[in-house]
């Protein structure tokens, strides 16, 4: 199965753009990429998703690579609520499909 | 909408014991999944389903049994409790199993076994 590298914390001012990168260099054409986040004491939340061209959407921006070995999440302007553990994850179409596995994340810290 | 309800929230059981978590959806998706997260770390698939009367095994599926009977729900039933089984669940469902669409999480159970 497609699996992804991403480091285990980085941290951020508040009100300055955050880059979350992500390493997935045996991606198949065919998956999605998507990016999770969870609050403290929360169940993960849906964060933003792409296959090829980078996406934008309220929360955030996705950055994907024109080989799609590697993508970064993009956080405009941190807020200290963005403080979570973010996860970007594989989403296969093949046999495993149902299976979407989660690594360990990037914990974001973000500082006033 | 409720989204993904998840109950209880809480639960203690003593070892041996056996349970039933519970997950329910009103958006009408087909896929629904099973993770647990231990202390510190990521999550771990124990088990999913495509649909009603359709499972599969995830990662870690031993020593859990999930059934699909309708489409709203998707319950998780503990066999015979065991402290390594102390974790947080988090139940998740997305519209189909294709790609382009995003997983919706409910807000767990955390269980203790002592």
């Known amino acids: 199965d497609a699996k992804t590298t991403q480091p285990n914390s980085m941290e951020s001012n508040e009100e300055e753009p955050v880059h979350l990168p992500c390493n997935h260099s045996t991606i198949s054409g065919t998956d999605y990429i998507h990016w999770y986040r969870q609050l403290p004491s929360q169940g993960p939340e849906y964060v933003i998703h792409?296959?090829?061209s980078n996406v934008n959407n309220r929360m955030a921006s996705l950055a994907i690579a024109e080989d799609r070995k590697s993508s970064t999440l993009i956080l405009h302007r941190a807020t200290l609520r963005d403080a979570a553990v973010y996860y970007c994850?594989?989403?296969?179409?093949?046999?495993?499909?149902?299976?979407?596995?989660f690594g360990d994340g990037t914990t974001l810290t973000v500082k006033p | 909408n409720a989204g993904v309800t998840q109950t209880p929230k809480f639960q203690v059981l003593k070892t041996g014991q056996s349970m039933t978590l519970q997950c329910a959806q009103d958006?009408?998706?087909?896929?629904m999944s099973w993770y647990r997260q231990d202390p510190g770390m990521g999550l771990r698939l124990i088990h999913y389903?495509?649909?009603?009367?359709?499972?599969d095994q995830g990662e870690v599926p031993n020593g859990y049994n999930v059934s699909r009977s309708t489409t709203e729900d998707f319950p998780l039933r503990l066999l015979s409790a065991a402290p390594s089984q102390t974790s947080v669940y988090f139940c998740?469902?997305?519209?189909?199993?294709?790609?382009?669409?995003?997983?919706?999480f409910g807000s767990g159970t955390r269980l203790t076994v002592v």
């Open positions: 792409g296959l090829t």
């Open positions: 389903s495509v649909g009603a009367g359709i499972t």
């Open positions: 994850i594989l989403r296969v179409i093949n046999t495993n499909a149902g299976k979407s596995t």
């Open positions: 998740a469902s997305s519209r189909t199993l294709t790609a382009n669409y995003g997983y919706t």
């Open positions: 958006m009408n998706h087909e896929y």
